[in-house]
């Protein structure tokens, strides 16, 4: 691991890869690629932007052109591939740009690593040159009250974000099984933590409830997801590069499942304790409303994360309690991040998605 090219650097969990990467690994350089859809944001990794190990690319994973002229002029050796549109309620509103993204820009991607690693033998590091592809825990499909998703279980997506997911992942273990590209895959359950874009539901539900505005809760407030703080799933991205076997797939989850209305009202708590309560008195609690539900609303995600246990020695290090904290306090501080990421086009999706619900 010596030249990495990450993708969709600029997002959520790939700004927080970026920087645990280049704290934990000295020897790497780190190209970030990145197209700055809504999603992603320079502002997220201001801090690094001098440190020269590392240069960031404006472009479309979709560009084979400039995907393959990086492989050759960086001599990328790994890649950590997060690019991605990821928002369920957006793939419900507009699928297309999921299938350019996630299927078509991930085919671009593996394209670029199979002419540089398997048909250009000047490349001396192609032994040991990975393609780590970031995957989600939605392609296994909703549970119900019981049962875990293993790395076996069966592929069942329900939202076009998770089935073009799903379809990422078939098309990378295909490269792997038909032309021995060297990957891996991770699937990974909901992250929580800084630089999380705010209309998902716990940034969402955080910068509303400082603001005074109403919660909404999808539903009876009753599906349950899997939370992990966001260095965790960096830390374990780290350990499958390092030690993963080539070929396999992990996952990756918090054991730490909640119900929605669980999250929201602990959220709604632990504001109301730092920032008091709202101008009327009245707790943050008062600001929820069950809404309308999301048209095929998986019930229920929950991760056996035994496998990278027992083979990479991973488990999560933040619990929920300590990880919900230190993100309510980030977002606290940061307040003029939220404001920069929620103008303009923010407003209209806001108003698209919650307006008449
Ligand atoms: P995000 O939406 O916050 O960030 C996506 C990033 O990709 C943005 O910086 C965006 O500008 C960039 N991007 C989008 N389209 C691009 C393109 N065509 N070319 C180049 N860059 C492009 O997403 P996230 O929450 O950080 O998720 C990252 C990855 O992790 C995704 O692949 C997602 O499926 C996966 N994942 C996310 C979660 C989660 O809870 N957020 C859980 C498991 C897996
Ligand atoms: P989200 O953060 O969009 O992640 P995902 O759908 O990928 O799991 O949503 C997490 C859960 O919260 C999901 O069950 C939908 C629910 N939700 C709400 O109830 N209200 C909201 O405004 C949002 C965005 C999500």
Known sequence: MNNILVTGGCGFIGSNFVRVCLERCPEVR??????????????????????????????????????GDLFREERI????????????????????????????GTFTLLEAARHAWLTNSSLSAQHSARFLHVSTDEVYGSLGETGLFTETTPYDPRSPYSASKAASDHLVSAYHHTYGLPTLITNCS?????YHFPEKLIPLVINNALNGRELPVYGDGRNVRDWLFVEDHCRAILAVLRQGRVGETYNVGGNNEKQNIEIVEAICDLLDAKAGPLPSGEPRRSLIRFVKDRPGHDRRYAIDAGKIKAELGWEPAVTFAEGIVRTVDWYLQHREWVEQVTSGAYRDYYERQYGGR
């Not at 690019?83 to 419900?92: G, L, Q």
């Not at 909901?190 to 800084?194: D, E």
Request: aromatic letters at 8%; a negative charge; charged letters at 25%.
């Open 30 to 67: 780190l190209v970030n690629l990145d197209k700055l859809t809504y999603a992603g944001n320079l502002a997220n990794l201001a801090d690094i932007e001098g440190d020269r190990r590392y240069r960031f690319v404006r472009g479309d994973i979709g560009d084979a052109a400039l995907v």
């Open 77 to 104: 050796d790994t890649v950590v591939h997060f690019a991605a549109e990821s928002h369920v309620d957006r793939s419900i509103d507009g699928p297309a740009e999921f299938i350019r993204t996630n299927i078509v």
């Open 190 to 194: 909901n992250n929580y933590g800084p």
